[in-house]
C-alpha cells in the first residue's frame, strides 16, 4: 500500500480539529506579540510560559485542570505536547533560541497565520521523521512501516477500530502465556497518537485509564484531506508540493 501525502489548504476546516497545529498557531503569535520566551538554562520553556500553554492550548488529554492535579507548578516535561511542538518548531526552523530565550524565526513569522502551510511543513516530520519509540519510558522496538499502519488505517479506521483489533491485524493475537502485552501500548506511542495529535484520527476512550487496547480510532475529515491512497506499483511516502 503506498500513499500520498498532499498539500492542505489554509482555509480547509477540518485543520480546527488539530492540536499540534492550533497550538503551532499560539506558539508562533504569542512570539510575535511578545518578542521572546524565557528558556530555563537547559533550554525549556519558562514556568510561566508552560502555564500559559497550558490553559490556552486546551489540548484534548492534557486539559488545564488535568495537568494541575499532578503538579502544583508545571515544567515544559510535565506537559508533553508543549515538549514535542517545542522540539517540532526548532527543527523546522520555525523559531530559534537566542541566549535563554526562544524567537520567532523569518519562516516562522511567514507562516505563523496559515495553519495549511503549517500542517504541510509540520506532518511530514512530526509522523515519518521522528522517532516515536525513543520517547518512551521503557526502551521498546520501533513497529517500523508507514505504509502498512496508514494502509490498514484507511481501510479499519473508518468506521471505528480499537487498538486491540489493530494489534491482531498487524500482528496477530497476543501470546496467551504473556501476563501483559505491551504492543497496543507501542501501537498507541509510535502511530495512534501522533496521528491524533495531528489531528488525523480520533480517540475515544471512557475514561483516561482505559486500556490501550480498548480504545477506538477513527479517521477525520483532515485524513481525507490529506491523504491519498492507493499508488499502484510505487513503494513509499510521496509529498505533494
Not at 500500500?1 to 503551532?24: S, W
Not at 512570539?31 to 502555564?51: C, M, N, P
Not at 490556552?56 to 516535561?77: M, S
Request: charge should be negative.
Amino acid at each position: 500500500m503506498t500513499f500520498l501525502l498532499q498539500p492542505v489548504k489554509n482555509d480547509e476546516p477540518a485543520l480546527a480539529g488539530a492540536p499540534m497545529i492550533g497550538a503551532a498557531q499560539k506558539l508562533l503569535a504569542y512570539l510575535a506579540e511578545h518578542d521572546a520566551i524565557g528558556l530555563t538554562k537547559g533550554k525549556a520553556f519558562q514556568r510561566k510560559f508552560v502555564h500559559w500553554a497550558a490553559a490556552e492550548f486546551d489540548w484534548p488529554g492534557w486539559e488545564e485542570d488535568k495537568l494541575f492535579l499532578v503538579d502544583k507548578v508545571l515544567n515544559e516535561y510535565d506537559f508533553p505536547p508543549l515538549e514535542a511542538l517545542h522540539f517540532v518548531l526548532l527543527k523546522l526552523k520555525l523559531i530559534r533560541h537566542y541566549k535563554l530565550t526562544c524567537r520567532l524565526t523569518k519562516a516562522g513569522r511567514e507562516v505563523a497565520g496559515k495553519s495549511g502551510d503549517l500542517f504541510n511543513l509540520m506532518a511530514p516530520f512530526w509522523l515519518f521523521e521522528i522517532d516515536h519509540a525513543a520517547s518512551s519510558r521503557m526502551p521498546e522496538p520501533r513497529l517500523g512501516n508507514w505504509d502498512v499502519f496508514l494502509g490498514v488505517l484507511n481501510t479499519e479506521a473508518a468506521n471505528g477500530v480499537t487498538c486491540g483489533a489493530l494489534r491482531e491485524i498487524l500482528y496477530g493475537p497476543p501470546d496467551a502465556g504473556q501476563p501483559y502485552d505491551r504492543t497496543p501500548g507501542m501501537i498507541w506511542s509510535q502511530v495512534l497518537q501522533p496521528l491524533c495529535w495531528m489531528g488525523l484520527l480520533a480517540e475515544t476512550m471512557s475514561d483516561d485509564r482505559q486500556h490501550f487496547a480498548e480504545r477506538v480510532y477513527t479517521t477525520t475529515s483532515l485524513w481525507s484531506e490529506a491523504f491519498l491512497f492507493p499508488l499502484d506499483g510505487q513503494v513509499g511516502l510521496v509529498t505533494l508540493h
